[in-house]
Nanobody, 122 residues
Framework: VQLVESGGGMVQPGGSLTLSCTAS????????MSWVRQAPGKGPEWVSG??????????VYADSVKGRFTISRDDAKNTLYLRMNSLKPEDTARYYC??????????????RGQGTQVTVSS
């Protein structure tokens, strides 16, 4: 199993970024996936989750990002995305994609990528 994130960078407050996570080594379409972030000196924070395709209303978000972030998946490309709009300095963190083996247990992942750094600063 391999998860490789990309798309991070430095952006000004109010800006946007799109993160990608390319998966390999397992049947991507069969798993719920999530994004988790961790800021320096803080514990991991769940950001967003997406169920397998076909589940109605299949995306969920932390209150801190609801309305600003959008999670999506392309099962044909084995890729998970996180579109982040209206970024704030408090969104600064390393962002990880994670494979979720048990439904609705968004922080209980079995595999996680190496992460991509997002820095929001003027």
């Amino acid at each position: 199993v391999q998860l490789v994130e990309s798309g991070g960078g430095m952006v000004q407050p109010g800006g946007s970024l799109t993160l990608s996570c390319t998966a390999s080594g397992f049947i991507f379409s069969s798993y719920d996936m999530s994004w988790v972030r961790q800021a320096p000196g803080k514990g991991p924070e769940w950001v967003s989750g997406i169920y397998t395709s076909g589940v109605k209303g299949n995306t969920v978000y932390a209150d801190s990002v609801k309305g600003r972030f959008t999670i999506s998946r392309d099962d044909a490309k084995n890729t998970l995305y996180l579109r982040m709009n209206s970024l704030k300095p408090e969104d600064t963190a390393r962002y990880y994609c994670a494979r979720i083996p048990r439904r609705d247990k968004w922080l209980t992942y079995d595999y996680r990528g190496q992460g991509t750094q997002v820095t929001v600063s003027s």
